[in-house]
């Protein structure tokens, strides 16, 4: 009852509730506007911290009228936040292959093959796609396996993955085509991909700046990505992640 009153006078942007047995997750109660990423991420941090819950310590989400959500951990916010990171950095880096096959000469002497240059540029950015895929499929279960990263629903977090990769597979697809030499496609891939994941929001959770601040984060697609990511690790199911894919998918067609 006191609690409940000092959240609904906002006297109090949180309630944390510890566990009375070994084991069971500490409660997060809260109004489900004041849930933003970074009070999640606090918290989980902080009751990780703890030496009487333990580093095997859970938080478990619940909104002020008790509907409970996914539970949250540590890695909720960190696990897509490097996946995305370095998925794009590496698609990126792909660059500098396009333009050395360019040096090479290779497309016209695929031109000379009967497939139009869309088939020629559809095979480019598919290699590129599916090692960034390969890779997302290996930081998921790495960090599921080894930390017990909650992704979510498989079915979401796969399409916003997909739909991320083949964003990636494009922008480093454009690289090589305007790069002059490799040692250009090489050194804008590393800036671009790491101005990229900062202003989207991989270094610090967007729900912390401003709505300007937000809205300039979301022209990179590394926003649209972890917006979908951290819905699914939410509960949130494929219908509900459809805004994010879409955007990306509109973004890897559009490059």
Known sequence: GAARAALTDRRVAAVVVAPCAAGEPSLLVAPEERLSTTLRAEVAAAVAGDPA???????????????ATRAVTGLGFAAPATALL????TALGGGAQVMHARQLGLGDRFLAMPHGPWAIVAGFAAGRGLVALAQAAV?????RAAFGADWGDP????????????ASAAAGLLLGTVSRTNAQATSV???????????????????VFGPSARAI??????????????DASRGAGPGDVVVPVAVLTG???AT
């Open 53 to 67: 819950g333990g580093a095997a310590s859970r938080v478990e989400v619940v909104d002020l009228d008790g509907a």
């Open 86 to 89: 370095l998925l794009f950095m």
């Open 139 to 143: 930081v998921v279960v790495s960090t």
């Open 155 to 166: 079915v979401a977090a796969s399409a916003v993955m997909v739909a991320f990769c083949a």
């Open 189 to 207: 891939a590393a800036a671009a991909g790491l101005a990229a994941a900062l202003v989207g929001g991989c270094v610090w959770p967007l729900e």
């Open 217 to 230: 984060g979301h022209l990179s697609p590394h926003a649209w990505a972890m917006d979908g990511l951290l």
């Open 251 to 253: 973004a890897a067609l």
